[in-house]
């Protein structure tokens, strides 16, 4: 089982990111998929979520309206696109994969930094 994130790096205030995580391993297509993401100091939080179909989506409060979920099964990706992006939004980003209560993996992340 792999998921591997990728398209963090520095952008400014603003500005947008679109992180991929790619999975591999498992039937993708069977699996909730969810960003988390972890500042220097913090814990760990969720941020978006994406029934295994795609149809249900859930944000938390502080990037709804910015940050969209999405899923293509036929690539076995999440993505999360992130537009305007603020200071408070630096951090690691997770994907995880969930399919029941029991069974949940976990990428290494990738580093968002958002900085003038």
């Known amino acids: 089982v792999q998921l591997v994130e990728s398209g963090g790096g520095l952008v400014q205030p603003g500005g947008s990111l679109r992180l991929s995580c790619a999975a591999s391993?498992?039937?993708?297509?069977?699996?909730?998929m969810s960003w988390y993401r972890q500042a220097p100091g913090k814990e760990r939080e969720l941020v978006a979520s994406?029934?295994?179909?795609?149809?249900?989506?859930t944000y938390a409060d502080s990037v709804k309206g910015r940050f969209t979920i999405y899923r293509d099964n036929a690539k076995n990706t999440v993505y999360l696109q992130m537009n305007s992006l603020k200071l408070e939004d630096t951090a690691v980003y997770y994907c995880?994969?969930?399919?029941?209560?029991?069974?949940?993996?976990w990428g290494k992340g990738t580093l968002v930094t958002v900085s003038s």
């Open positions: 995880k994969a969930i399919n029941g209560p029991k069974v949940n993996y």
């Open positions: 994406i029934s295994s179909a795609g149809g249900r989506t």
């Open positions: 391993g498992f039937t993708f297509s069977s699996y909730i």
